[in-house]
């Protein structure tokens, strides 16, 4: 079950306008710098004799939830080490607490954190560096090739899972799903068109260079609105296609609000009634991301940290959150929408 509540893990399961897809490199939820005053990291007590895990990531809310559910879980079998991650954060820092830590594995979260540990492996080509699992990131999948001994868990949610969820919500068909993307996420929007076709859902691509103006992109979208007759529109989180709230408003909500097609989003911060642009966002749940970042953990653990072929694990629980208010007024809302929603906006 794609994208679905149920999961079989050995964990226990009870244990800025987009803030610019905020340092994911810069994409994915509200993840990037830490935020004023954040609340001091404290991990849990080192025990004698276990080795350690590193944690890199941003002080901000959802890193530190994601953290929270992680660390309830593997503190029985490793000690933490929180390293936080922040603008002025440089690959020697982060060299220098992998070097004070001597984790058997590091969990980095976001983007640029993810830059920083890059970069420390090519200025030390030679050194074993430690593991890595990456979170909260944005296509971890085309990511994995560029970190030496990584594996991780995707944060797009599959198009097709977002899909199936606008069905359960709106009356407005949906047969015909749209998507802008660059060049470099072709191979990702082939998975994701295969997915989509098992639902009966053509995934129309429309292809726009790694420059494209907010011209070139609201062109693109009339494409897809006007020529493909596409019934929804499916947002990817790529910082190139939403620059600023300027791009996104001269671009995504001039045409989208002429086309009246119902826009899917992958960063709940969109999907704000006061200022309406997205219909549905399908966003990976953190405290369940958590936990199966720790199954992971645990899986990798048992086979010796052999992490080069383990492929990148999709999130295996969502929510979603919808602009009821948006929905009643252009699409129609199913009878029994509100089951189907983990956050309801009017």
Partial sequence: MIGGKNMNWRVASGSALLLWLAG?????SEQGAPTQNAAAIVDPPP????????????????FVEVRRSLVSEVQKNFNIQTFVVGPATKAD????????????????MNNATISLYRHYQMANPTVTTPPAVLLMASFIEELQSQV???????????????????????????????????PVFRNFLERQTSLAARELVDLISVSVPNDVTAAGLREALHNLAQVHRVDAV????????????????????????????????????FVEPSSPLGTLAVVPDHEALGLQAANLI????????QVENHAVELPLSVKTVVDIKLVRANFGLQPDALKHIDKALE
């Fill in 24 to 28: 994911c490199a810069t994409t994915g």
């Fill in 234 to 269: 499916w947002m990817l989180n790529d910082n190139a296609l939403v620059r600023d709230e300027e791009f996104v408003d001269d671009a995504w909500r001039a045409e989208l609000t002429e086309a009246r097609v119902p826009l899917i989003v992958g960063v709940s911060n």
């Fill in 47 to 62: 025990r004698t004799g276990a080795r350690a895990i590193l944690i890199a990531m941003p002080n901000s809310p959802n």
């Fill in 148 to 182: 030496r001994r990584a594996t991780g868990i995707a944060y797009e949610v599959p198009g097709v899972t977002a899909f199936v969820h606008l069905r359960s919500v709106i009356t407005t068909p949906i047969n015909r799903v749209g998507v802008i993307y660059r």
């Fill in 93 to 108: 820092d982060l060299a220098a607490a992998i070097k004070a830590a001597d984790p058997v594995c590091v969990v980095l």
């Fill in 298 to 305: 645990f899986d990798l653990s048992d086979n010796d940290w």
